[in-house]
């Protein structure tokens, strides 16, 4: 089995221009539980063991401020610091107790691209329960970059992820037994495509996302089945711009897995998923896809 020195990853932080409205929008619509408040910054909270998966600040504009992903040990946590070091990387916060009331150590670096990665270890925990048609972790985040294959490298050769597939467009990749935690889109702008909220199953997107349609949200995109990682997707934009996704069912592979490149990864005429029912994605959510850049 691969060893990873990154296990999952754990949360997203982003900057709102309204945060109350963002906060009502992830609790009463997406789903999601305010777990702490501290230091203007607003942590919650899903159904699984992740004391929370997303942090929401105030700020001028929507930006992703960072993603947090969790070190298989100390060690590896050192490690990691001194391979982004080794790469250039900007060292934003050396390694020391994590500010978060999650706790833990934690280390933060800007990458080449301009985002900033922020690498957890022995976080607190929470017991974890699988709750129908709500979000229990997250599933990926999708990182836009005019240069996938390089930033593909970089998570590959710094941080030790591995590359499960690549499509046209996007590059997959897995620091566990999830087809992808990571997705890089090419695209002509850095910043964030869009966060991926794991469901516990199909139905649950379904339930899900017609309580965020009910709340005022249409779907941007889907409700479809993806190539890469065969996963259910629903796509939404939030009130402020950021695209989310409810998924479920994502593929479970392992060191047997075999790569498959853009030649395999094809859709007959018209078509945008496995299926074959989801309608074109939505100029909104296009646009929306391509708004959103790293805070600095």
């Not at 896809?289 to 600095?296: D, H, M, R, S, Y």
Request: proline letters at 6%; aromatic letters at 8%.
């Amino acid at each position: 089995m691969h060893g990873f020195p990154i296990t999952a990853l754990r949360s997203v932080e982003l900057s709102t221009p309204d945060l109350p409205g963002s906060v009502d929008f992830y609790t009463r619509i997406w789903g999601l539980q305010v777990v702490a408040e501290q230091a203007g910054k607003v942590f919650l909270g899903a159904t699984g063991d992740d004391f929370h998966v997303l942090e929401l600040k105030a700020g001028d504009r929507s930006e992703l401020r960072k993603a947090t992903f969790r070190a298989a040990s100390e060690d590896h946590l050192a490690t990691l610091l001194a391979r982004c070091i080794d790469r250039g990387c900007t060292v934003v916060r050396d390694i020391g107790p994590a500010d978060a009331p999650s706790g833990g150590l934690r280390c933060v670096i800007r990458e080449p691209r301009g985002s900033t990665l922020e690498f957890v270890h022995g976080d607190r925990r929470k017991t974890s329960a699988a709750v129908p048609n709500q979000v229990q972790r997250l599933a990926h985040v999708n990182i836009n970059t005019p240069d996938p294959d390089g930033l593909a490298a970089f998570y590959r050769d710094v941080l030790g992820f591995q590359i499960t597939d690549r499509s046209r467009m996007m590059a997959f990749l897995r620091c566990n037994d999830d087809h992808h935690a990571v997705v890089l889109a090419e695209a002509p702008v850095d910043g964030l495509n869009h966060i991926a909220f794991l469901m516990p199953d199909l139905e649950s997107v379904m339930r899900g996302s017609g309580r965020v349609v009910d709340g005022g949200c249409p779907i941007g995109w889907g409700v479809g089945r993806h190539g890469p990682g065969d996963n259910v997707f629903a796509y939404f934009v939030d009130p402020h711009g950021v695209v989310v996704e409810y998924t479920a069912e994502v593929l479970q592979v392992d060191d047997s897995y075999r790569f498959r490149g853009p030649d395999e990864w094809t859709w007959p005429p018209g078509r945008t998923d496995h299926w074959g029912i989801a309608p074109p994605k939505s100029e909104v959510c296009k646009k929306a896809q391509l708004a959103i850049g790293f805070a600095g």
